[in-house]
């Protein structure tokens, strides 16, 4: 698709009509599609919401090491992990895209939000956008 792409961009630049663009327009409106897209943004609008409705795992002082657990405190939702060490991180749980709320992902030790794919690391750094802020830090 890169190549294809490629030719496209070039064609538009010198003013060429490529045979392939309208295919490929980020413009173009197909009433096939309609049905996914509005499936891809209820599954999103639903996590959003469903987010804010499933209560936490654990009191923060349970996290067996290696391992990490959300809870909720007055100053919002916070999520604590425990290293190998020992130590406890904990950052904020709205990410700071457009406020999702963050699971944590023990494979890669990592904080995802899975409405636009926004990860940041134990720590608050972002991994991934479209994130483009840290996360605020806890107090643990
Ligand atoms: S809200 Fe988290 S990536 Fe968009």
Not at 27 to 34: C, D, G, M, Q, W
Not at 48 to 76: H, M, Q, W
Not at 99 to 110: I, K, M, T, V, W
Not at 112 to 136: I, K, N, Q, W, Y
Request: with cysteine.
């Amino acid at each position: 698709m890169g190549t294809v792409a490629g030719r496209i961009l070039a064609d538009r630049i010198t003013g060429d009509t490529n045979p392939h663009g309208e295919l490929f327009s980020p413009h173009r409106v197909s009433l096939r599609a309609a049905p996914t897209l509005a499936q891809m943004n209820t599954a999103v609008a639903l996590d959003l919401i469903g987010d804010r409705l499933v209560p936490p795992d654990a009191d923060g002082d349970d996290v067996p090491v290696g391992t990490a657990r959300g809870e909720v405190r007055r100053a919002g939702q916070k999520g604590v992990y425990r290293d190998r060490t020992g130590a406890v991180h904990a950052v904020s749980l709205r990410c700071t895209h457009l406020g999702c709320l963050l699971r944590f992902n023990g494979a890669e030790r990592s904080w995802d939000c899975s409405c636009h794919g926004s990860r940041f690391d134990v720590d608050d750094t972002v991994l991934e956008g479209p994130a483009t802020l840290p996360l605020p830090r806890r107090e643990v």
